[in-house]
Nanobody, 124 residues
Framework: QVQLVESGGGLVQAGGSLRLSCAAS????????MGWFRQAPGKEREFVAW????????YYDDSVKGRFTISRDNAKNTVYLQMGSLKPEDTAVYYC?????????????????WGQGTQVTVSS
């Protein structure tokens, strides 16, 4: 079992930056690869980024590539999502998720644990 708690969301103007954090407790954090997803009102949850257990591999959705950076600090049991050049269409609730098999997946059912989400609102 692992518990995930996101933080760092808020209101930002277009072009601005935010850094989201996801703190994990419970089972060994480094046993999991981690993903970030987001869900906008009236839309399905969508994949944003993924990082492997040791942080050696990352993967991004095309919509955020070059603007967002996923990273992790296993000593602090935390994964981060640095978001830059934010656009109004980035407005959503952002979720972190943990996946036990260290496999890259864009599909939310393949993740084992989820946080409660943090709201990001980008104004134009």
């Amino acid at each position: 079992q692992v518990q995930l708690v996101e933080s760092g969301g808020g209101l930002v103007q277009a072009g601005g930056s935010l850094r989201l954090s996801c703190a994990a407790s419970g089972r060994t954090f480094s046993s999991y690869s981690m993903g970030w997803f987001r869900q906008a009102p009236g839309k399905e949850r969508e994949f944003v980024a993924w990082i492997s257990r040791k942080g050696l591999s990352t993967y991004y959705d095309d919509s955020v590539k070059g603007r967002f950076t996923i990273s992790r600090d296993n000593a602090k049991n935390t994964v981060y999502l640095q978001m830059g050049s934010l656009k109004p269409e980035d407005t959503a609730v952002y979720y972190c998720a943990a996946e036990l098999l260290n496999r890259l997946s864009r599909r939310s059912p393949e993740y084992d644990y989820w946080g409660q989400g943090t709201q990001v609102t980008v104004s134009s």
